[in-house]
T-cell receptor, first 115, second 114 residues
Framework: DTEVTQTPKHLVMGMTNKKSLKCEQH?????MYWYKQKAKKPPELMFV???????INESVPSRFSPECPNSSLLNLHLHALQPEDSALYLC??????????????FGPGTRLTVL | AQSVTQLDSHVSVSEGTPVLLRCNYS??????LFWYVQHPNKGLQLLLK??????LVKGINGFEAEFKKSETSFHLTKPSAHMSDAAEYFC????????????FGSGTRLQVQP
């Protein structure tokens, strides 16, 4: 089973709202990732967690706040977003951060629209 | 530093004809290379990966890719295109340094004509 699930599938929010995106995997992977993908562009890395600790933050604005409460779950908390933050947000996981077995498996994404 | 260049932003083929999606990479290390496919409004699905074992890699749905170190290429091929192959394809490199950041190519949109 190589499934990564993400909820919700679609989210529409105003600039003053607070919302959260959720990602879950049960493959025993210990590295999890958040990507942002704009239309007709490749995904851009936002955050990486390794063994539930934040390993990489690609200079993402503080209105995006990641959280990894356990080894299976990854959240992305959203607050005071801008319309330009509208995008497809993808979650991925891999067995570990280092080593050959680093294949990342992606979820279906959450389509976020900020009004 | 590493980089990936997908040589065609758009490829159009007829159903039943061969598919060739071209990818060149640059890496200071022995890289791992991947091809992912993304259907409209969907996440990325792994097609195949190269991790320094056999240079000819077979993936899902009849796709395969050949790692050519001398040409720094990792082109994706399929003998016979199917309508369901229409999608965006990304060539991706991982530098195996431990940082585990992936570098994505800009993508190739494959169109399959009936």
């Amino acid at each position: 089973d190589t499934e990564v699930t993400q909820t919700p599938k679609h989210l529409v929010m105003g600039m003053t709202n607070k919302k959260s995106l959720k990602c879950e995997q049960h493959m025993g992977h210990r590295a999890m990732y958040w990507y942002k993908q704009k239309a007709k562009k490749p995904p851009e890395l936002m955050f990486v967690y390794s063994y539930e600790k934040l390993s990489i933050n690609e200079s993402v604005p503080s209105r995006f706040s990641p959280e990894c409460p356990n080894s299976s779950l990854l959240n992305l908390h959203l607050h005071a977003l801008q319309p330009e933050d509208s995008a497809l947000y993808l979650c991925a996981s891999s067995l570990r951060l280092a080593g050959v077995e680093d294949t990342q498996y992606f979820g279906p994404g959450t389509r976020l629209t900020v009004l | 530093a590493q980089s990936v260049t997908q040589l065609d932003s758009h490829v159009s083929v007829s159903e039943g004809t061969p598919v060739l999606l071209r990818c060149n990479y640059s890496s200071s290390y022995s890289p791992s290379l991947f091809w992912y496919v993304q259907h409209p409004n969907k996440g990325l699905q792994l097609l195949l990966k190269y991790t320094s074992a056999a240079t000819l890699v077979k993936g899902i749905n009849g796709f395969e890719a050949e790692f050519k170190k001398s040409e720094t290429s990792f082109h994706l091929t399929k003998p016979s295109a199917h309508m369901s192959d229409a999608a965006e394809y990304f060539c991706v490199v991982s530098d195996n340094t431990g940082r585990r950041a992936l570098t994505f190519g800009s993508g190739t949109r494959l169109q399959v004509q009936p």
